[in-house]
Nanobody
């Protein structure tokens, strides 16, 4: 199994920056795609940024392009989300997700970290 532990959320003023981290624990060698999702109150969870294992393929939601950057360090089993020029509408719970293969294709989610952007 793979477990994910997130850190780095908090309160920041609009225009500020935060960096989220997510470290995988367990059968991490089986992880491939990793990414970040977020959930606004009363809304469905939505993808923010996703990266392939090699880092050669990335996806960004239109709303965060040119402001957020995803990166990963496979040696540390960690994925990061650098968030800049934050806006109040970025306020949400951010979740880390990892896809991995262990006898079958599986998905792991982190516990979520709150990001609050004040205006």
């Amino acid at each position: 199994q793979v477990q994910l532990v997130e850190s780095g959320g908090g309160l920041v003023q609009a225009g500020g920056s935060l960096r989220l981290s997510c470290v995988g624990v367990g059968r991490t060698s089986s992880m491939y795609t990793m990414g970040w999702f977020r959930q606004h109150p009363g809304k469905e969870r939505e993808p923010v940024a996703v990266m392939s294992r090699s880092g050669g393929s990335t996806y960004y939601a239109d709303s965060v392009k040119d402001r957020f950057t995803i990166s990963r360090d496979n040696a540390k089993n960690t994925v990061y989300l650098q968030m800049s020029r934050l806006k109040p509408e970025d306020t949400a719970i951010y979740y880390c997700k990892a896809n991995y293969y262990l006898d079958e294709f599986r998905t792991a989610w982190g516990q979520g970290t709150q990001v609050t952007v004040s205006s």
